[in-house]
Protein backbone atom coordinates (compact mmCIF):
# COMPACT_ATOMS: atom_id res chain seq x y z
CA UNK A 1 0.00 0.00 0.00
CA UNK A 2 1.21 3.61 -0.75
CA UNK A 3 1.97 5.38 2.48
CA UNK A 4 2.85 9.05 2.85
CA UNK A 5 6.92 8.78 2.38
CA UNK A 6 10.39 10.78 2.49
CA UNK A 7 10.77 10.07 -0.79
CA UNK A 8 8.12 12.04 -2.12
CA UNK A 9 9.70 14.84 -0.39
CA UNK A 10 12.39 15.11 -3.49
CA UNK A 11 9.61 15.83 -6.28
CA UNK A 12 10.39 19.52 -6.93
CA UNK A 13 7.88 21.56 -4.98
CA UNK A 14 6.26 24.38 -7.28
CA UNK A 15 7.46 27.39 -5.66
CA UNK A 16 4.52 29.36 -3.35
CA UNK A 17 3.42 32.41 -3.85
CA UNK A 18 3.76 33.07 0.01
CA UNK A 19 6.67 32.22 2.59
CA UNK A 20 3.91 31.73 5.23
CA UNK A 21 4.92 28.41 7.98
CA UNK A 22 2.67 26.13 8.50
CA UNK A 23 0.65 27.08 11.51
CA UNK A 24 -0.69 30.36 9.43
CA UNK A 25 -1.06 28.18 5.95
CA UNK A 26 -3.13 25.24 8.29
CA UNK A 27 -4.98 28.88 9.27
CA UNK A 28 -5.41 29.72 5.63
CA UNK A 29 -7.14 26.90 4.22
CA UNK A 30 -9.53 26.44 7.83
CA UNK A 31 -10.30 30.07 6.69
CA UNK A 32 -10.90 29.34 3.18
CA UNK A 33 -12.75 26.53 3.64
CA UNK A 34 -14.78 28.41 6.75
CA UNK A 35 -15.59 31.07 3.94
CA UNK A 36 -16.96 28.63 1.53
CA UNK A 37 -19.31 26.78 3.97
CA UNK A 38 -20.79 29.97 5.27
CA UNK A 39 -21.15 31.24 2.35
CA UNK A 40 -23.11 28.12 1.03
CA UNK A 41 -25.23 27.23 3.94
CA UNK A 42 -26.04 30.40 6.09
CA UNK A 43 -26.16 32.64 2.86
CA UNK A 44 -27.31 30.74 0.53
CA UNK A 45 -24.59 31.97 -1.96
CA UNK A 46 -24.10 30.33 -4.96
CA UNK A 47 -21.00 27.42 -5.05
CA UNK A 48 -19.20 29.28 -7.63
CA UNK A 49 -19.02 33.07 -5.71
CA UNK A 50 -18.25 30.74 -2.66
CA UNK A 51 -15.27 29.29 -4.44
CA UNK A 52 -14.04 32.68 -5.75
CA UNK A 53 -14.16 34.33 -2.38
CA UNK A 54 -12.94 31.67 -0.75
CA UNK A 55 -9.80 31.54 -2.59
CA UNK A 56 -9.19 35.15 -1.65
CA UNK A 57 -9.81 35.08 1.77
CA UNK A 58 -7.42 31.70 1.62
CA UNK A 59 -4.58 34.14 0.06
CA UNK A 60 -5.35 36.80 2.02
CA UNK A 61 -4.80 35.14 5.17
CA UNK A 62 -1.57 33.22 3.89
CA UNK A 63 -0.16 36.56 3.28
CA UNK A 64 0.16 36.18 -0.34
CA UNK A 65 0.21 39.61 -2.54
CA UNK A 66 -3.20 39.45 -3.80
CA UNK A 67 -2.51 40.05 -7.77
CA UNK A 68 -1.00 36.61 -7.27
CA UNK A 69 -3.55 35.01 -5.84
CA UNK A 70 -6.19 36.09 -8.19
CA UNK A 71 -3.53 34.75 -11.16
CA UNK A 72 -3.73 31.57 -9.66
CA UNK A 73 -7.37 31.52 -8.96
CA UNK A 74 -7.80 32.68 -12.65
CA UNK A 75 -5.10 30.06 -14.16
CA UNK A 76 -6.77 26.88 -12.07
CA UNK A 77 -10.24 27.62 -13.41
CA UNK A 78 -9.08 28.13 -16.99
CA UNK A 79 -6.74 24.54 -17.20
CA UNK A 80 -9.67 23.04 -15.07
CA UNK A 81 -12.66 24.80 -17.48
CA UNK A 82 -9.95 23.56 -20.88
CA UNK A 83 -9.78 20.11 -19.29
CA UNK A 84 -12.92 18.88 -18.46
CA UNK A 85 -15.16 21.96 -20.19
CA UNK A 86 -15.69 20.15 -23.61
CA UNK A 87 -16.14 17.12 -21.75
CA UNK A 88 -19.13 18.09 -19.65
CA UNK A 89 -20.64 19.28 -23.05
CA UNK A 90 -20.73 16.44 -25.09
CA UNK A 91 -21.86 14.27 -21.78
CA UNK A 92 -24.85 17.17 -20.99
CA UNK A 93 -25.46 17.08 -24.80
CA UNK A 94 -25.62 12.91 -24.34
CA UNK A 95 -27.90 12.95 -21.74
CA UNK A 96 -30.35 15.32 -23.44
CA UNK A 97 -30.53 13.14 -26.53
CA UNK A 98 -30.54 10.07 -24.14
CA UNK A 99 -33.82 11.48 -22.23
CA UNK A 100 -35.66 13.45 -25.48
CA UNK A 101 -35.51 10.54 -27.95
CA UNK A 102 -36.97 8.28 -25.48
CA UNK A 103 -34.10 5.89 -25.56
CA UNK A 104 -33.57 6.13 -21.67
CA UNK A 105 -37.46 5.28 -21.48
CA UNK A 106 -37.01 2.52 -24.11
CA UNK A 107 -34.33 1.06 -21.80
CA UNK A 108 -36.03 1.55 -18.70
CA UNK A 109 -39.61 -0.43 -20.29
CA UNK A 110 -37.35 -3.20 -21.55
CA UNK A 111 -35.54 -4.07 -18.39
CA UNK A 112 -38.46 -3.53 -15.89
CA UNK A 113 -40.74 -6.22 -18.57
CA UNK A 114 -38.20 -8.71 -17.69
CA UNK A 115 -37.85 -8.33 -14.18
CA UNK A 116 -40.45 -8.47 -11.47
CA UNK A 117 -40.74 -9.41 -7.69
CA UNK A 118 -37.61 -9.52 -5.70
CA UNK A 119 -35.72 -9.18 -9.19
CA UNK A 120 -36.76 -5.49 -9.00
CA UNK A 121 -34.75 -3.72 -7.11
CA UNK A 122 -31.65 -5.16 -8.90
CA UNK A 123 -33.67 -4.26 -12.30
CA UNK A 124 -33.70 -0.47 -10.61
CA UNK A 125 -30.03 -0.57 -9.88
CA UNK A 126 -29.29 -2.22 -13.47
CA UNK A 127 -31.25 0.79 -14.81
CA UNK A 128 -29.92 3.75 -12.28
CA UNK A 129 -26.45 2.40 -13.39
CA UNK A 130 -26.42 2.31 -17.37
CA UNK A 131 -28.96 5.59 -17.53
CA UNK A 132 -26.24 7.33 -14.94
CA UNK A 133 -23.18 6.81 -17.00
CA UNK A 134 -24.15 9.52 -19.20
CA UNK A 135 -26.23 11.71 -17.00
CA UNK A 136 -25.65 14.31 -14.31
CA UNK A 137 -26.80 12.92 -10.72
CA UNK A 138 -29.65 15.74 -10.87
CA UNK A 139 -30.96 14.76 -14.32
CA UNK A 140 -31.13 11.13 -13.61
CA UNK A 141 -33.15 11.32 -10.88
CA UNK A 142 -35.34 13.79 -12.38
CA UNK A 143 -35.54 10.99 -15.07
CA UNK A 144 -35.83 8.08 -12.76
CA UNK A 145 -38.67 9.71 -10.85
CA UNK A 146 -41.43 9.04 -12.83
CA UNK A 147 -40.62 4.91 -13.14
CA UNK A 148 -39.87 4.70 -9.58
CA UNK A 149 -43.03 6.54 -8.77
CA UNK A 150 -44.59 4.21 -10.87
CA UNK A 151 -43.08 0.95 -10.21
CA UNK A 152 -43.62 1.31 -6.63
CA UNK A 153 -47.35 2.19 -6.94
CA UNK A 154 -48.25 -0.39 -9.87
CA UNK A 155 -46.19 -3.11 -8.01
CA UNK A 156 -46.98 -2.42 -4.08
CA UNK A 157 -43.54 -2.24 -3.26
CA UNK A 158 -42.25 -0.29 -0.39
CA UNK A 159 -40.62 2.93 -2.36
CA UNK A 160 -37.52 2.58 -0.51
CA UNK A 161 -36.90 -0.87 -1.72
CA UNK A 162 -37.63 0.46 -5.44
CA UNK A 163 -36.04 3.95 -4.74
CA UNK A 164 -32.89 3.01 -3.06
CA UNK A 165 -31.45 1.00 -5.91
CA UNK A 166 -32.39 3.50 -8.74
CA UNK A 167 -30.38 6.36 -6.28
CA UNK A 168 -27.21 4.29 -5.36
CA UNK A 169 -26.77 3.38 -9.01
CA UNK A 170 -26.99 7.23 -9.77
CA UNK A 171 -24.74 8.30 -6.88
CA UNK A 172 -21.86 5.67 -7.85
CA UNK A 173 -21.45 6.89 -11.06
CA UNK A 174 -21.45 10.38 -10.29
CA UNK A 175 -18.72 9.82 -7.81
CA UNK A 176 -17.02 7.37 -9.38
CA UNK A 177 -16.98 6.96 -13.11
CA UNK A 178 -15.64 9.26 -15.76
CA UNK A 179 -16.81 11.39 -17.89
CA UNK A 180 -18.39 12.50 -14.89
CA UNK A 181 -17.26 16.07 -13.90
CA UNK A 182 -15.61 15.07 -10.26
CA UNK A 183 -13.75 12.41 -11.34
CA UNK A 184 -12.49 13.88 -14.62
CA UNK A 185 -11.16 17.35 -12.60
CA UNK A 186 -9.55 14.25 -9.78
CA UNK A 187 -8.08 12.46 -12.93
CA UNK A 188 -6.67 15.55 -14.58
CA UNK A 189 -5.42 16.77 -11.02
CA UNK A 190 -3.20 13.96 -10.27
CA UNK A 191 -2.38 13.24 -13.50
CA UNK A 192 -4.21 9.85 -13.85
CA UNK A 193 -4.80 7.58 -16.32
CA UNK A 194 -8.28 7.93 -17.23
CA UNK A 195 -8.72 4.30 -19.02
CA UNK A 196 -7.10 2.70 -15.79
CA UNK A 197 -9.11 4.24 -13.39
CA UNK A 198 -12.68 3.76 -15.52
CA UNK A 199 -11.81 0.36 -14.65
CA UNK A 200 -10.88 0.04 -11.27
CA UNK A 201 -13.88 2.68 -10.91
CA UNK A 202 -16.40 -0.12 -12.72
CA UNK A 203 -14.32 -2.53 -10.21
CA UNK A 204 -15.25 -0.85 -7.48
CA UNK A 205 -18.61 0.35 -8.17
CA UNK A 206 -20.16 -3.01 -8.94
CA UNK A 207 -19.84 -4.78 -5.06
CA UNK A 208 -20.30 -1.05 -4.25
CA UNK A 209 -23.74 -0.50 -6.16
CA UNK A 210 -25.03 -4.00 -4.91
CA UNK A 211 -24.44 -3.12 -0.94
CA UNK A 212 -25.46 0.31 -1.18
CA UNK A 213 -28.41 -0.86 -3.62
CA UNK A 214 -30.38 -3.63 -3.46
CA UNK A 215 -29.12 -5.11 -0.28
CA UNK A 216 -29.45 -1.82 1.78
CA UNK A 217 -33.02 -0.84 0.51
CA UNK A 218 -34.24 -4.28 2.83
CA UNK A 219 -33.26 -2.05 5.76
CA UNK A 220 -34.21 1.14 4.62
CA UNK A 221 -37.63 0.02 3.62
CA UNK A 222 -38.37 -1.58 7.52
CA UNK A 223 -36.89 1.57 8.85
CA UNK A 224 -38.78 4.16 6.69
CA UNK A 225 -42.12 2.44 5.26
CA UNK A 226 -43.44 4.97 3.03
CA UNK A 227 -45.78 4.19 -0.02
CA UNK A 228 -45.31 6.04 -3.35
CA UNK A 229 -45.99 9.79 -2.32
CA UNK A 230 -49.96 9.95 -3.56
CA UNK A 231 -49.74 13.07 -6.44
CA UNK A 232 -48.98 13.26 -10.12
CA UNK A 233 -46.47 11.04 -12.04
CA UNK A 234 -44.06 13.62 -13.77
CA UNK A 235 -44.56 13.01 -17.60
CA UNK A 236 -41.77 11.01 -19.31
CA UNK A 237 -40.12 12.53 -22.76
CA UNK A 238 -41.22 9.72 -24.70
CA UNK A 239 -45.24 9.88 -24.24
CA UNK A 240 -44.99 12.61 -26.54
CA UNK A 241 -42.81 10.47 -29.42
CA UNK A 242 -44.81 8.36 -31.86
CA UNK A 243 -41.86 5.89 -31.65
CA UNK A 244 -38.60 5.51 -30.09
CA UNK A 245 -35.16 4.21 -30.98
CA UNK A 246 -34.67 0.33 -30.02
CA UNK A 247 -32.95 -1.21 -26.72
CA UNK A 248 -30.28 -2.72 -28.41
CA UNK A 249 -28.99 0.61 -30.54
CA UNK A 250 -29.53 2.97 -27.45
CA UNK A 251 -27.35 0.82 -24.87
CA UNK A 252 -25.00 0.57 -27.43
CA UNK A 253 -24.63 4.31 -28.16
CA UNK A 254 -24.60 4.21 -24.22
CA UNK A 255 -22.16 2.17 -23.41
CA UNK A 256 -19.95 3.41 -26.66
CA UNK A 257 -17.42 6.27 -24.86
CA UNK A 258 -16.92 3.92 -21.73
CA UNK A 259 -15.85 0.64 -24.38
CA UNK A 260 -13.74 3.18 -26.41
CA UNK A 261 -12.21 4.46 -23.31
CA UNK A 262 -11.13 0.68 -22.02
CA UNK A 263 -9.97 -0.64 -25.12
CA UNK A 264 -7.61 2.44 -25.28
CA UNK A 265 -6.39 1.50 -21.54
CA UNK A 266 -6.34 -2.22 -22.60
CA UNK A 267 -3.94 -1.75 -25.56
CA UNK A 268 -2.02 0.85 -23.41
CA UNK A 269 -1.33 -2.53 -21.36
CA UNK A 270 -1.06 -5.48 -23.91
CA UNK A 271 0.92 -3.29 -26.77
CA UNK A 272 3.29 -0.48 -24.45
CA UNK A 273 5.27 1.15 -26.94
CA UNK A 274 3.71 4.67 -28.12
CA UNK A 275 5.51 3.80 -31.73
CA UNK A 276 3.08 1.32 -32.35
CA UNK A 277 0.32 2.37 -34.98
CA UNK A 278 -2.50 0.19 -33.16
CA UNK A 279 -1.58 2.58 -29.59
CA UNK A 280 -1.66 5.65 -31.61
CA UNK A 281 -5.32 5.15 -32.91
CA UNK A 282 -6.59 3.97 -29.37
CA UNK A 283 -4.83 7.22 -28.42
CA UNK A 284 -7.15 9.14 -29.93
CA UNK A 285 -10.18 7.31 -30.07
CA UNK A 286 -10.51 6.43 -26.78
CA UNK A 287 -9.52 9.41 -25.45
CA UNK A 288 -12.52 11.20 -23.46
CA UNK A 289 -13.11 13.98 -26.32
CA UNK A 290 -13.26 11.88 -29.00
CA UNK A 291 -14.93 9.26 -27.00
CA UNK A 292 -17.75 11.16 -26.19
CA UNK A 293 -17.89 13.13 -29.21
CA UNK A 294 -18.33 9.87 -31.21
CA UNK A 295 -21.15 9.06 -29.15
CA UNK A 296 -23.02 11.98 -29.63
CA UNK A 297 -22.53 11.84 -33.55
CA UNK A 298 -23.57 8.20 -33.46
CA UNK A 299 -26.49 9.00 -31.10
CA UNK A 300 -28.22 11.55 -33.83
CA UNK A 301 -28.32 8.37 -35.86
CA UNK A 302 -29.31 5.72 -33.44
CA UNK A 303 -31.58 8.23 -31.22
CA UNK A 304 -32.49 11.13 -32.84
CA UNK A 305 -33.82 9.57 -36.17
CA UNK A 306 -35.80 6.56 -34.99
CA UNK A 307 -37.25 8.81 -32.71
CA UNK A 308 -38.28 10.99 -35.61
CA UNK A 309 -36.53 13.99 -35.02
CA UNK A 310 -35.82 16.33 -37.40
CA UNK A 311 -32.64 18.35 -38.30
CA UNK A 312 -34.11 21.41 -36.50
CA UNK A 313 -35.44 19.78 -33.23
CA UNK A 314 -32.15 18.00 -32.93
CA UNK A 315 -30.34 21.42 -33.04
CA UNK A 316 -32.46 22.72 -30.63
CA UNK A 317 -32.11 19.48 -28.87
CA UNK A 318 -28.38 20.51 -28.49
CA UNK A 319 -28.91 23.98 -27.70
CA UNK A 320 -31.30 22.53 -24.81
CA UNK A 321 -28.32 20.15 -23.41
CA UNK A 322 -25.75 22.37 -23.21
CA UNK A 323 -27.69 25.73 -21.45
CA UNK A 324 -28.12 23.79 -18.13
CA UNK A 325 -24.63 23.65 -17.80
CA UNK A 326 -23.63 26.56 -17.35
CA UNK A 327 -23.41 26.57 -13.22
CA UNK A 328 -22.19 22.81 -13.14
CA UNK A 329 -19.33 24.51 -15.26
CA UNK A 330 -18.50 27.48 -13.39
CA UNK A 331 -18.87 25.35 -10.08
CA UNK A 332 -16.09 22.95 -11.25
CA UNK A 333 -14.01 25.77 -12.86
CA UNK A 334 -13.92 27.81 -9.45
CA UNK A 335 -13.06 24.20 -7.79
CA UNK A 336 -10.12 24.21 -9.94
CA UNK A 337 -9.14 27.94 -9.32
CA UNK A 338 -9.43 26.96 -5.46
CA UNK A 339 -7.46 23.66 -6.13
CA UNK A 340 -4.57 25.64 -7.64
CA UNK A 341 -4.64 28.16 -4.92
CA UNK A 342 -4.05 25.74 -2.21
CA UNK A 343 -1.20 24.55 -4.26
CA UNK A 344 0.42 27.57 -5.09
CA UNK A 345 0.03 28.63 -1.67
CA UNK A 346 2.21 25.91 -0.76
CA UNK A 347 -0.38 23.80 0.91
CA UNK A 348 -0.15 20.59 -1.03
CA UNK A 349 3.87 21.02 -0.27
CA UNK A 350 2.70 21.72 3.60
CA UNK A 351 0.61 18.28 3.52
CA UNK A 352 3.49 16.13 2.65
CA UNK A 353 5.97 18.21 5.31
CA UNK A 354 3.22 17.13 8.20
CA UNK A 355 2.49 13.85 7.36
CA UNK A 356 6.02 12.59 6.27
CA UNK A 357 6.35 10.52 9.79
CA UNK A 358 2.81 9.49 9.76
CA UNK A 359 2.02 5.89 9.25
CA UNK A 360 -1.61 6.73 7.59
CA UNK A 361 -1.91 5.66 3.92
CA UNK A 362 -1.99 7.97 1.52
CA UNK A 363 -5.63 6.43 -0.02
CA UNK A 364 -6.91 7.11 3.37
CA UNK A 365 -5.80 10.57 4.08
CA UNK A 366 -7.52 11.32 0.41
CA UNK A 367 -10.40 10.22 1.67
CA UNK A 368 -10.31 11.01 4.86
CA UNK A 369 -9.61 14.95 3.38
CA UNK A 370 -12.76 14.63 0.96
CA UNK A 371 -15.17 13.50 3.66
CA UNK A 372 -14.07 16.77 5.54
CA UNK A 373 -15.06 19.00 2.52
CA UNK A 374 -17.89 17.25 1.45
CA UNK A 375 -19.43 17.18 5.48
CA UNK A 376 -18.51 20.84 5.18
CA UNK A 377 -19.81 22.14 1.93
CA UNK A 378 -22.29 19.81 0.83
CA UNK A 379 -21.01 19.11 -2.57
CA UNK A 380 -19.53 16.12 -3.77
CA UNK A 381 -18.17 17.98 -7.20
CA UNK A 382 -16.55 21.24 -4.70
CA UNK A 383 -15.25 18.26 -2.37
CA UNK A 384 -13.67 16.05 -5.26
CA UNK A 385 -11.63 18.93 -6.96
CA UNK A 386 -10.43 20.54 -3.65
CA UNK A 387 -9.71 17.57 -1.72
CA UNK A 388 -7.18 16.51 -5.34
CA UNK A 389 -6.07 19.69 -5.12
CA UNK A 390 -4.25 19.10 -1.44
CA UNK A 391 -3.04 15.47 -2.40
CA UNK A 392 -1.85 15.88 -6.17
CA UNK A 393 1.81 16.29 -4.36
CA UNK A 394 0.91 12.54 -3.06
CA UNK A 395 0.56 11.25 -6.64
CA UNK A 396 4.50 12.73 -7.50
CA UNK A 397 5.88 8.53 -6.17
CA UNK A 398 2.62 6.86 -7.21
CA UNK A 399 2.29 3.91 -9.86
CA UNK A 400 -0.01 4.40 -12.42
CA UNK A 401 -2.35 1.97 -11.09
CA UNK A 402 -1.95 3.75 -7.44
CA UNK A 403 -2.63 7.12 -8.90
CA UNK A 404 -5.78 5.43 -10.10
CA UNK A 405 -7.10 4.57 -6.71
CA UNK A 406 -6.01 7.88 -5.08
CA UNK A 407 -8.89 9.24 -7.87
CA UNK A 408 -11.41 6.76 -6.66
CA UNK A 409 -10.66 7.85 -3.07
CA UNK A 410 -11.24 11.18 -3.33
CA UNK A 411 -14.60 10.14 -5.45
CA UNK A 412 -15.53 7.76 -2.44
CA UNK A 413 -14.93 10.33 0.52
CA UNK A 414 -16.66 12.81 -2.17
CA UNK A 415 -20.00 10.96 -1.06
CA UNK A 416 -20.29 10.48 2.39
CA UNK A 417 -23.07 11.59 4.40
CA UNK A 418 -25.63 13.72 2.65
CA UNK A 419 -27.26 16.19 4.71
CA UNK A 420 -28.95 19.45 4.74
CA UNK A 421 -26.38 21.39 3.03
CA UNK A 422 -26.34 19.42 0.62
CA UNK A 423 -29.12 20.08 -2.49
CA UNK A 424 -29.16 16.37 -3.60
CA UNK A 425 -30.81 15.87 0.14
CA UNK A 426 -33.55 18.22 -0.31
CA UNK A 427 -33.96 16.63 -4.41
CA UNK A 428 -35.10 13.19 -2.79
CA UNK A 429 -36.78 14.46 0.02
CA UNK A 430 -39.23 16.36 -1.94
CA UNK A 431 -39.76 13.99 -4.58
CA UNK A 432 -40.14 11.01 -2.49
CA UNK A 433 -42.56 13.12 0.14
CA UNK A 434 -39.97 12.08 2.85
CA UNK A 435 -39.71 14.11 6.41
CA UNK A 436 -35.87 15.14 7.09
CA UNK A 437 -35.69 12.53 9.41
CA UNK A 438 -36.72 9.81 7.33
CA UNK A 439 -34.30 11.05 4.37
CA UNK A 440 -31.33 11.24 7.16
CA UNK A 441 -32.75 7.49 8.19
CA UNK A 442 -32.25 6.42 4.02
CA UNK A 443 -30.56 8.87 1.67
CA UNK A 444 -27.67 9.97 4.14
CA UNK A 445 -27.01 6.10 5.21
CA UNK A 446 -27.12 4.97 1.53
CA UNK A 447 -24.56 7.52 0.50
CA UNK A 448 -22.34 6.84 3.58
CA UNK A 449 -22.23 3.21 2.76
CA UNK A 450 -21.23 3.98 -0.75
CA UNK A 451 -18.31 6.37 0.59
CA UNK A 452 -17.17 3.86 3.00
CA UNK A 453 -17.48 0.47 1.05
CA UNK A 454 -15.78 2.30 -1.56
CA UNK A 455 -13.00 3.52 0.18
CA UNK A 456 -12.28 -0.24 1.62
CA UNK A 457 -12.39 -1.86 -1.93
CA UNK A 458 -10.10 0.71 -3.29
CA UNK A 459 -7.73 0.14 0.15
CA UNK A 460 -8.25 -3.83 -0.96
CA UNK A 461 -7.51 -3.08 -4.36
CA UNK A 462 -4.50 -1.15 -3.49
CA UNK A 463 -2.77 -4.47 -1.89
CA UNK A 464 -2.95 -6.65 -4.77
CA UNK A 465 -2.15 -4.04 -7.73
Given at each position: ????????????????????????????????????????????????????????????????????????????????????????????????LLADS??????????????????????????????????????????????????????????????????????????????????????DAVKA?????????????????????????????????????????????????????????????????????????????????????????????????????????????????????????????????????????????????????????????????????????????????????????????????????????????????????????????????????????????????????????????????????????????????
Amino acid sequence: MTRLSVEMLAADPVQPITSAGHAQLGIAVLAGIAVIVLLITKFKLHAFLALTIGSLALGAVAGAPLDKVITSFTTGLGATVASVGVLIALGAVLGKLLADSGGADQIVDTILAKAGGRAMPWAMVLIASVIGLPLFFEVGIVLLIPVVLMVARRGNYSLMRIGIPALAGLSVMHGLIPPHPGPLVAIDAVKANLGVTLAFGILVAIPTVIIAGPVFSRFAARWVDVPAPDRMIPQRPSEDLERRPGFGATLATVLLPVVLMLLKALVDIVVDDPEQPIQRVFDVVGSPLIALLAAVIVGIFTLGRPAGLGKERISGLVEKGLAPIAGILLIVGAGGGFKQTLIDCGVGQMILDISKDWSIPALVLAWLIAVAIRLATGSATVATVSAAGLVAPLAADMSTAHTSLLVLAIGAGSLFFSHVNDAGFWLVKEYFGLSVGQTVKTWSVMETIISVVAGALVLLLSLVV
